[in-house]
């Protein structure tokens, strides 16, 4: 199974199916255990991600981290990637064209790792994954469905889909950590 991501990871670093391979210095492919309970799906990269290589490696991964850490989680036991794997130029929104050309990736990489929990960190990624579960109909904003749990069963596995405010909203208004922070309280009770 590792040489099943390592192979995604080589094809993400010479992708050019969308636009966003010309301005980016390093496509972000994920990090983590792809024997992960959990996997948190972000947006897309931003400056130091871009940077790095490595997801959630700036300030809103300072407030993942301490998130992670308040429910005792550590960041080696989950997986977290992004939608799109390059950075949009001034951490601009998704097109939906980049979405469609990029989110096989992350299919494959939910395949692979089979999460019996899937975080979304904010609208995009919320509007995503919800979707590709079909759960279509039950999609609203974030702000009206962050720390829901929404549970898809299939013949053969589980899923809890739960939506999340984006840890990039705590980093400029205070008063949203605690949102996160309650709702990481919801992750946390599920785990138990
Ligand atoms: N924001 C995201 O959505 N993803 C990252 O990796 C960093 C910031
Ligand atoms: Fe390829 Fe995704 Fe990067 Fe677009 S964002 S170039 S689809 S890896």
Same mark, same amino acid.
């Given at each position: !199974?590792?040489?099943?991501?390592?192979?995604?990871?080589?094809?993400?670093?010479?992708?050019?199916?969308?636009?966003?391979?010309?301005?980016?210095?390093?496509?972000?492919?994920?990090?983590?255990?792809?024997?992960?309970?959990? !996997?948190?799906?972000?947006?897309?990269?931003?400056?130091?991600?871009?940077?790095?290589?490595?997801?959630?490696?700036?300030?809103?991964?300072?407030?993942?981290?301490?998130?992670?850490? /308040?429910?005792?989680?550590?960041?080696?036991?989950?997986?977290?990637?992004?939608?799109?794997?390059?950075?949009?130029?001034?951490?601009?929104?998704?097109?939906?064209?980049?979405?469609?050309?990029?989110?096989?990736?992350?299919?494959?990489?939910?395949?692979?790792?089979?999460?019996?929990?899937?975080?979304?960190?904010?609208?995009?990624? /919320?509007?995503?994954? !919800?979707?590709?579960?079909?759960?279509?109909?039950?999609?609203?904003?974030?702000?009206?469905?962050?720390?829901?749990?929404?549970?898809?069963?299939?013949?053969?596995?589980?899923?809890?889909?739960?939506?999340?405010?984006?840890?990039?909203?705590? /980093?400029?208004?205070?008063?949203?950590?605690?949102?996160?922070?309650?709702?990481?309280?919801?992750?946390?009770?599920?785990?138990?």
């Amino acid at each position: !199974m590792k040489g099943v991501l390592k192979k995604i990871e080589e094809e993400i670093l010479y992708c050019r199916k969308c636009n966003l391979w010309r301005e980016r210095k390093n496509p972000v492919v994920g990090e983590g255990s792809w024997e992960a309970k959990i !996997m948190f799906v972000g947006e897309a990269p931003g400056a130091n991600e871009d940077e790095k290589g490595i997801p959630f490696c700036g300030a809103a991964g300072k407030i993942l981290d301490e998130l992670l850490n /308040t429910i005792g989680i550590k960041r080696e036991e989950i997986y977290i990637t992004n939608i799109l794997k390059c950075r949009p130029p001034q951490n601009r929104n998704p097109k939906e064209e980049e979405i469609i050309a990029c989110s096989p990736y992350l299919d494959r990489q939910i395949e692979i790792i089979k999460p019996e929990i899937i975080c979304c960190l904010g609208n995009f990624s /919320t509007f995503y994954i !919800m979707k590709k579960f079909g759960l279509k109909d039950k999609i609203q904003g974030i702000s009206k469905i962050h720390g829901k749990v929404f549970e898809i069963r299939s013949l053969f596995n589980s899923i809890k889909i739960i939506p999340l405010y984006h840890p990039a909203v705590a /980093t400029y208004n205070v008063n949203m950590k605690s949102f996160l922070e309650k709702d990481f309280g919801v992750l946390r009770s599920i785990l138990e």
